[in-house]
T-cell receptor, first 115, second 116 residues
Framework: DAGVTQSPTHLIKTRGQQVTLRCSPK?????VSWYQQALGQGPQFIFQ???????QRGNFPDRFSGHQFPNYSSELNVNALLLGDSALYLC??????????????FGPGTRLTVL | AQSVTQLGSHVSVSEGALVLLRCNYS??????LFWYVQYPNQGLQLLLK??????LVKGINGFEAEFKKSETSFHLTKPSAHMSDAAEYFC??????????????FGTGTRLLVSP
């Protein structure tokens, strides 16, 4: 049973560029959440997708946007990159059917470096 | 708003010693609480979770945690540390958003160092 997968593993961009990160959820999961983990910090919630719609959002600017596809996979897009966007981006999947006690399973993350 | 406080950014123990990692939460509603572990250059792995059933929760790798409502705590323990336990540990509280979907609010983490 494949777990949560993310691509790419590492990415280097320059300020002002745009980036797209990808996530495939664990088999049987239909909800995808994205988190940003800055160096030395705990993960911070960015947003969550279910049925191809953004269901809730954390305190992140509109430069951060996302998408969920019919097969439940998801993308995170960041426009106009800033140095402060350098972080590990984690994708987590869960099952809406178990929403009241859902466990979020995390992927290995994408390390984004903005120069 | 829910929040989590992890006391001690670093905890050092000797191999075979008791591990105690502290977590206190703030929540206006009954919380769900989680402990995750992160090894270097990896994602987060669930150790255990509390979802209002038994207050003493047993997880993987010999870890357990006890939910104490009166103390708003959910400390993580392991009777005997192993070298392979060296990692970053995160406590998280699950908070339903306006839509009813759960999201995780994490603490700042505690790095566990295990010496021979």
């Amino acid at each position: 049973d494949a777990g949560v997968t993310q691509s790419p593993t590492h990415l280097i961009k320059t300020r002002g560029q745009q980036v797209t990160l990808r996530c495939s959820p664990k088999s049987g999961h239909d909800t995808v959440s994205w988190y940003q983990q800055a160096l030395g910090q705990g993960p911070q919630f960015i947003f969550q997708y279910y049925e191809e719609e953004e269901r809730q959002r954390g305190n992140f600017p509109d430069r951060f946007s996302g998408h969920q596809f019919p097969n439940y996979s998801s993308e995170l897009n960041v426009n106009a990159l800033l140095l402060g966007d350098s972080a590990l981006y984690l994708c987590a999947s869960s099952s809406r059917a178990m929403a009241s006690t859902d466990t979020q399973y995390f992927g290995p993350g994408t390390r984004l470096t903005v120069l | 708003a829910q929040s989590v406080t992890q006391l001690g950014s670093h905890v050092s123990v000797s191999e075979g010693a008791l591990v105690l990692l502290r977590c206190n939460y703030s929540s206006s509603v009954p919380p769900y609480l989680f402990w995750y572990v992160q090894y270097p250059n990896q994602g987060l792995q669930l150790l255990l979770k509390y979802t209002s059933a038994a207050t003493l929760v047993k997880g993987i790798n010999g870890f357990e945690a006890e939910f104490k409502k009166s103390e708003t705590s959910f400390h993580l323990t392991k009777p005997s540390a192993h070298m392979s336990d060296a990692a970053e540990y995160f406590c998280a509280v699950s908070t339903p958003g306006d839509t009813g979907f759960q999201k995780l609010v994490f603490g700042t983490g505690t790095r566990l160092l295990v010496s021979p």
